[in-house]
């Protein structure tokens, strides 16, 4: 025998409006995706894409570097902190010990072969800079360099290192930004779109080309 109170249409079991009458048909709705067939893989890192930073790192005695950093991320809003990880093999990893400071580059479609190139080439062989022709500005907290031709500059101070096994992750709090002044409008709106931010997925660069939504759209009144 079937007890189950009759469900009115639209309505669900727990007595929430189904989403069929609330969302519209087609693009970005919640109704309209398909069930998906999936493999089941070993663990492994599976979150994409993320930013692909160049981290600029210096020792006491003031030499410089870049580092390519994909595994990276935001930690807390306030106070604002930031997490990088690094292997402890990568030249880079004595000066972010030695300093404590680095500074988080964002990265662009314009700065995507710099980008890969700090990730595949190490600063015991080459000078960074000098090789990719970039421009060091001073940065106002950090002994590390800005990267000049980048939109978007983070200066952090590490407050802990946490060795997790091939990577340490380095948890810095933000000290200081510095933003392009190119991408603000009139009334000092960032457009950080305008600089073509670059992502990394699955071993790919990628530039951002569509705008889906803006945050909170989903519940946004029509
Ligand atoms: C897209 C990309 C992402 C990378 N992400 C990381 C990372 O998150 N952590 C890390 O230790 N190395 C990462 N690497 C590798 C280093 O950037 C690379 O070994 C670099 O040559 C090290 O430079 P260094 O020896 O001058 O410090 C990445 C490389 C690329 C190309």
């Known amino acids: 025998m079937n007890n189950r109170k009759p469900v009115m249409k639209n309505q669900s079991k727990t007595g929430r409006k189904s989403a069929a009458k609330q969302f519209p048909k087609g693009h970005g709705s919640a109704v309209h995706k398909a069930v998906q067939k999936k ?78 190139y700090c990730g595949v080439k190490s600063g015991r062989e080459v000078d960074k800079f000098q ?9 106002a907290e950090v002994a590390p360099p800005l990267i000049g ?30 933003v392009s002044e190119i991408y603000m409008d009139k009334k000092g709106a960032f457009h950080l779109e305008q600089a073509e931010p670059m992502v990394y997925s699955h071993g790919k660069y990628f530039d951002l080309n569509h705008v889906l939504g803006t945050f909170g759209y989903s519940i946004r009144k029509r």
């Open 39 to 116: 493999q089941q893989w070993k663990p492994g890192n599976m979150v994409y894409p993320v930013p692909a930073v160049m981290v600029t790192v210096a020792d006491k005695q003031g030499r410089d570097n870049i580092i390519t950093v994909a595994w990276t991320g935001t930690v807390c809003t306030n106070p604002p902190m930031v997490y990088i990880s690094v292997r402890p093999e990568r030249y880079s990893y004595h000066m972010l010990q030695e300093t404590g400071e680095f500074v988080m580059n964002l990265t662009t479609r314009e700065l995507a072969f710099a980008t890969d």
């Open 131 to 139: 090789e990719l022709h970039l421009t060091r500005q001073k940065g």
């Open 149 to 178: 031709e980048s939109p978007v500059n983070i200066e952090c101070r590490i407050t802990e290192c946490v060795p997790l096994g091939s990577h340490h992750m380095f948890l810095a709090e933000v000290v200081a930004v510095h």
